[in-house]
């Protein structure tokens, strides 16, 4: 597949800017993927689309302050914090940093810097008097490490204390208030970046949900800024997917296996959701194919199907690409945004409506009815 094949034209007077307020007031597209059928609605109305049963489920991370200005500092400045002048500060280079995501090692992050050329191993990138890090080394993609004196926790309440609210580039200011830039049910801190579908829920669409008799689970993936990134190979196939921390537990894990086996539809909020689940599923079939293989052999096997089990509990990496062919286990309907052009997003929910051609002429029929679209935007409900 060309990444060409996943372009598309978008005015950038169709970009929002803010959200809308409330929130459930947003258009909602309806996409109906199986007789190729859409319809117009609002947010607020996605109630009548669910049924008693249904389990939705949700990524419930939450953005901290990831962009960071500061100041270089060569080594042979003194760090202790307090004793450094003001004036040595304000005539050293001013430096925006970006942090993507802590590493095993304490204290340890990767970042991005710009401009990154001005940033070499052995400087100090001081943001406050109780706030720097010391680069370590300068990775071939562009990516930094860096290692601060606090844990990964203490890191980001720092961050939250001095830093920006870390909205795409495309929107152009940045909100007063970082809620603007959360879902409604978001409590584990660590993404730099939203998942944006989410923002359509309000507390009265959910309350409706509940009265309909809809199940809730959670999950937990935290945003990078490689999931909003185009694909910038020729062909789709040679695009390298970043690797994203995630975690399903072990009830979450039994609602999906219980839902699943039940025949119950499992409805997922944000292509991070569908990622996650889709991810950890494959990891378990992979699994369950070496174990199979193995026990052919006569060798004992340590995986394997378990009765219903679908999907297990997990914490860790996942790295999954979800394109066109893509066998979908369990995600029978997703929530969704709209995404940018060549992007592993709109690649994705291709692959979820299984016709890349229908897909685009459902962009293009939103960009005609003057949806709003990327992170402020209306919604998408593929069914």
């Not at 152009?172 to 959360?182: H, L, T």
Request: glycine share 6%; proline share 5%; aromatic share 10%.
């Amino acid at each position: 597949m060309n990444t060409s094949d996943f372009n598309y034209n978008l005015p950038e007077e169709r970009i929002a800017q803010t959200p809308l307020e409330p929130r459930d007031s947003s258009k909602l597209f309806l996409v109906d993927r199986k007789n190729k059928k859409v319809d117009h609605k609002h947010f607020y109305d996605i109630v009548d689309y669910f049924e008693k049963g249904d389990l939705l489920v949700w990524n419930n991370s939450k953005v901290f302050k990831a962009r960071l200005f500061g100041r270089l500092e060569s080594s042979e400045h003194d760090i202790d914090g307090d004793d450094i002048p003001d004036k040595a500060l304000l005539n050293q280079k001013e430096v925006e940093i970006f942090l993507v995501r802590p590493m095993k090692n304490p204290g340890v992050w990767k970042i991005l810097a710009k401009p990154g050329k001005r940033v070499k191993p052995g400087m100090n990138v001081r943001f406050a008097s109780d706030f720097y890090c010391t680069v370590i080394i300068k990775e071939p993609e562009g990516a930094i490490l860096v290692q601060f004196e606090e844990d990964d926790k203490e890191v980001m309440s720092k961050a939250n204390k001095y830093g920006h609210i870390p909205v795409p580039p495309y929107v152009k200011d940045e909100p007063d208030q970082i809620e603007i830039y959360q879902t409604v049910y978001s409590k584990e801190e660590g993404s730099v970046a939203a998942p944006t579908a989410g923002f359509h829920f309000t507390d009265d669409v959910i309350q409706k949900l509940k009265e309909k008799g809809v199940e809730f689970a959670e999950v937990t993936l935290h945003v990078g800024l490689g999931t909003f990134l185009p694909v910038k190979s020729e062909r789709v196939e040679d695009h390298t997917m970043h690797s994203e921390w995630v975690e399903i537990s072990e009830e979450t894990a039994e609602k999906i296996n219980k839902a699943k086996s039940e025949g119950r539809r499992v409805v997922a909020v944000g292509t991070t959701t569908v990622r996650t689940l889709e991810g950890v599923a494959s990891m378990r079939n992979e699994e369950s194919r070496k174990a199979s293989h193995r026990d052919k052999r006569g060798t004992l096997p340590y995986g394997g199907q378990v009765g219903n089990e679908f999907i297990r509990s997990f914490t860790g990496d996942i790295n999954i690409f979800i394109k066109p062919g893509f066998e979908f286990q369990i995600v029978d309907a997703m929530v969704t945004n709209f995404h940018l052009p060549k992007s592993t997003l709109l690649i994705l929910v291709s692959a979820f409506a299984k016709d890349r051609e229908f897909m685009l002429r459902c962009y293009k029929e939103a960009v005609d009815q003057k949806y709003r679209f990327y992170s402020f935007g209306d919604a998408m409900f593929i069914y």
